[in-house]
DNA sequence: ATGAAAGCGCTAACAG
DNA sequence: CTGTTAGCGCTTTCAT
């Protein structure tokens, strides 16, 4: 059945049935509290005979604590970020605190609705991906009164915690490998640079990076709205080998890219790394399976979920002296697509 | 800053402010009440000079609604249980209806605490993936008193609704084709059958169709715990290829063993599809951009969101006479990898 | 170890 | 269109 035809028991019903005060229930439900063996397990075989389920909306009132972390991420469909959400969530455990996760689809109007929406519900904390965001959301965020965690990036001016890194620094370091193998013509996949933030800091620090070695910074394909698909990284490859064909390695803006480009090569007999060498970003499962396997850049996903949660808990504990940064410095993998 | 200092302003104090009646502010807060334009503008106009943010653990607790439904899948890190999610959310969000999602980890054990938790928060329907759940989850669900929907399977004896297919039909359908090949020393990699309900059906349905066709059905490779990944896969299919070399065809769990399996065979340089058939399940983008694509199987996963997503509405609505089951017809899509 | 009273912040129900 | 009263189901606080 679906529907109940009669109103849900409450814990004044269970203590009926038990013999004890409300007040009593209440307390056999939480661990660690005063209450003997055998009124516990009197009330917790009430309970279960009334099919009694504890009201968390009612506890969450009156405590005010809703033991629950609210994240937005741009994407639940990215390895990366869902990585980001297992390490936090991982560690938020144990402490009993649940994460409420809500995506923003790579739009900060989007994103300032959802952390409206969360902060309503009295999160405990909050986690954000990326260090921009809409004026009002920076204030809502600035004003809710619990740790705020910024985070895949380093903001300038951050609100409160951040745990990131530096995406421009990352792709400096590409270009950077790409040069020392004696490479000039040399270009960037990404995607349209208005919504994904972190997509137009790596071909912002692509750009600053080719400058700086006196390289051409003009090759840069725009795929697609972000994310950018593995089917529009290969059609942004298929645009690349027609209009520039001298061009001798790419930088894509994430792996699942890179290995759309990968696939084109292939269709079009274009050997990688002989005639072009191609590199992505995130080092996504894909990377190190693909024959080639792809050159990529690992931010440690993961890691940032768990610094996270152990910023947050460290806040609710009252440890934190300040706004912490934590930056996570990200590791350039060189595997055969770039060699 | 990540602290308040002074206690977060509420309903009674905007009311003050803008010299209404605390029922007038709350009126002012929804759409569709009848409050009047001014009145309206000088509440919200308070609200936001005193940073008042709405309070929805109060809200929830007076109206019994919390606008929110709860969701399980396995895994937070998979493309298609992501665009159920996001069929699911797309259509609830117009009825102001939030998800909380959480991921079992393949586990039941672990679902049935997660349900356990989620139905603490009241809920105003719950979606969970699979048709098996340990009996206390399956109770637990039977009288919540809330719609409740099994999606991506076809329970023989289900709680509430259903939006799913046959996982072993589906993978009939592929040892059909394979057979129409004229092919019969064919294999199945999956991973371990106790956790991952679905693919252990998966592989039922391997063993029965191949018995139907009068086929040896012990070709049963098990790359590891669910869900196994693409390196798993491409170790099966080396284990696989030494094991059993004169294999023609293997049948994979998901697309992502299934692509780890083809990079296997590159790297020992066999030939796909001319010295051995691959094929996938789920039609991940993967499968239909690797050279070769990979011929898999459509479950039409956000389609099982949005229709999980109908029922609810309609359940919410009482529209609805009683459970409803919704089959999904799965699509076979044969590609490069097998012909 | 257990209980009684009060109230968290909002809104259902009713009145005007 | 606006206000008054009461109370959602717990837990804080203070007793015993």
Redesign the pocket.
């Known amino acids: 059945m679906t529907t109940a035809p009669r ?9 009926r049935l038990a ?12 661990v660690e ?4 063996g ?3 397990e009197a009330i917790l075989k009430a309970a279960d005979d009334l099919g ?14 809703t033991n629950f972390v609210a994240v937005t991420v741009p994407s639940i469909n990215n390895a990366n970020f869902a990585e980001t959400v297992r390490g936090l969530s991982e560690r938020l455990k144990p402490r009993g605190l649940q994460i409420l996760l809500g995506y923003t689809d790579y739009d900060m109007a989007e994103e300032e609705r959802l952390i409206e929406q969360f902060l309503r519900r009295r999160p405990e904390a909050i986690v954000v991906t990326g260090g921009r965001h809409t004026p009002r959301a920076r204030r809502l965020l600035e004003n809710a009164g619990i740790p705020v965690v910024e985070t895949w990036d380093l903001p300038e001016a951050p609100i409160g915690h951040v745990v990131g890194f530096s995406n421009a620094g990352a792709v400096r370091d590409m270009v950077d490998h790409f040069v020392a193998l004696g490479l000039t013509r040399i270009a960037f996949i990404g995607g349209d640079t208005t919504r994904d933030t972190r997509g137009a800091d790596r071909r912002a620090g692509f750009i600053a990076a080719m400058q700086a070695h006196g390289c051409d910074a003009t090759r840069l394909i725009a795929a697609g709205t972000p994310p950018i698909s593995m089917r529009e990284g290969a059609e942004a490859m298929g645009h690349l080998l027609e209009t520039l064909p001298d061009t001798q390695a790419v930088i894509c803006v994430s792996d699942l890219s890179a290995y759309g480009a990968l696939t084109e090569c292939q269709r079009r007999g274009v050997d990688v790394p002989e005639r072009v060498l191609i590199a992505g970003f995130g080092d996504y499962e894909i990377a190190s399976i693909s024959v080639p396997p792809l050159t990529t850049i690992n931010p440690f996903p993961s890691k940032i979920g768990a610094l996270s949660a152990d910023l947050i808990v460290a806040a609710l504990d009252g440890l934190l002296e300040g706004p912490q940064t934590i930056r996570i410095e990200t590791e350039l993998l060189i595997r055969g697509s770039s060699r």
């Open positions: 109103k849900a028991p409450t814990m004044a019903d269970v203590a013999g004890v005060s409300p007040m009593t229930v209440s307390r056999a439900f939480k509290t005063s209450v003997s055998a009124t516990r009694y389920v504890f009201d968390s909306t009612a506890s969450n009132l009156r405590s005010q604590k």
